[in-house]
């Protein structure tokens, strides 16, 4: 990627993947930025778990009434979990490594989409955190934050275009109507 500010243009997410199966080492250098994220005085609040089984991302792809479908067409899948006990910012925390693991995944030329758990639900009323917590084994101290599908890219997405900008939501000093 030739800068930072052309890889937040060019980022976008990807509900559509090829088969093929991400490297190690991508998987490697996935797993590194989101290790390196900052978090609140150094806690790390956070665990990551990565899900390469097709029976496994296909049960995870139902977890919400809308917008996990895709999940099953993805090759990997990270769940993002945080530990309320280990710090009271653990949503931000967690929030910024999987923010990180969306922006490397575009820099290795990956396709990603972040998945929200937290406050979903699924079909039948069962929060979405609970199903991946029984799906993946979470324990019940931690908590759910998102799953992120990976994988190579299923379609050509167009760069962000910035004549949408919001210019309107920067204030300056003051918050002005």
């Known amino acids: 990627m030739e800068s930072f500010a052309q890889l937040v243009k060019t980022r976008r997410s990807m509900r559509k ?6 490297s190690s080492d991508d998987v490697a250098t996935l797993l590194k930025a989101a290790l390196m994220a900052p978090s609140s005085k150094g806690k790390h609040a956070w665990h990551f778990i990565v899900i390469d089984d097709e029976q496994l991302l296909q049960a995870l792809s139902a977890c919400k009434t809308v917008g996990s479908d895709f999940l099953a067409g993805a090759p990997l899948a990270v769940a993002v979990v945080g530990d309320p006990q280990e710090s009271d910012v653990w949503i931000e925390d967690a929030s910024v490594a999987t923010t990180i693991l ?14 929200q758990l937290r406050n979903r639900f699924a079909a039948d009323g069962t929060p979405a955190a609970d199903v991946a917590r029984r799906l993946l084994g979470i324990p019940p101290h931690l908590e759910p934050l998102a799953l992120v599908a990976l994988g190579h890219k299923g379609m050509e997405r167009k760069p962000f275009n910035e004549e949408r900008l919001l210019w309107d939501k920067v204030h300056l000093n003051l918050f002005q109507n």
Do not use: K
């Open 17 to 22: 993947f090829t088969d093929e199966l991400l």
């Open 102 to 115: 969306l922006y490397q995944a575009e820099d290795l030329g990956l396709g990603a989409c972040w998945i």
